[in-house]
């Protein structure tokens, strides 16, 4: 059974920076892709951006390009989320995702099999 754990969520103010991890196991994760998604109060959880764990190739939504950067440890198993120049509307719940390879498109919830429980950014003014 496969867990996902998230650290480093916190509160900052706006244009400064925070880190997330996610440290995953219960399978071997040498393919496919993890995922970062957020959920704001009263909205839809949405795509940020994946990574792949064989090459590490990355792609993100258009509202957080340039700021944020994900990348992967794979002899730990960890992913990382670091957010730059954040801004008050990046405040929500950070989870991340595990998704196998094929499964569809990663921009995409239904994609991803597995949760983190989710860590809070609040980003203040």
């Known amino acids: 059974q496969v867990q996902l754990v998230e650290s480093g969520g916190g509160l900052v103010q706006a244009g400064g920076s925070l880190s997330l991890s996610c440290a995953a196991s219960?399978?071997?994760?040498?393919?496919?892709?993890m995922g970062w998604f957020r959920q704001a109060p009263g909205k839809e959880r949405e795509f940020v951006g994946f990574?792949?764990?064989?090459?590490?190739?990355?792609h993100y939504a258009d509202y957080v390009k340039g700021r944020f950067i994900i990348s992967r440890d794979k002899a730990k198993n960890t992913v990382y989320l670091q957010m730059n120049s954040l801004k008050i509307e990046d405040t929500a719940v950070y989870y991340c995702?595990?998704?196998?390879?094929?499964?569809?498109?990663?921009?995409?919830?239904?994609?991803?099999?597995?949760w983190g429980q989710g860590t809070q950014v609040t980003v203040s003014s």
């Open positions: 995702a595990a998704a196998q390879s094929g499964s569809g498109t990663y921009s995409a919830r239904s994609s991803y099999d597995a």
């Open positions: 219960g399978r071997t994760f040498n393919s496919g892709v």
């Open positions: 990574i792949t764990w064989r090459l590490g190739i990355t």
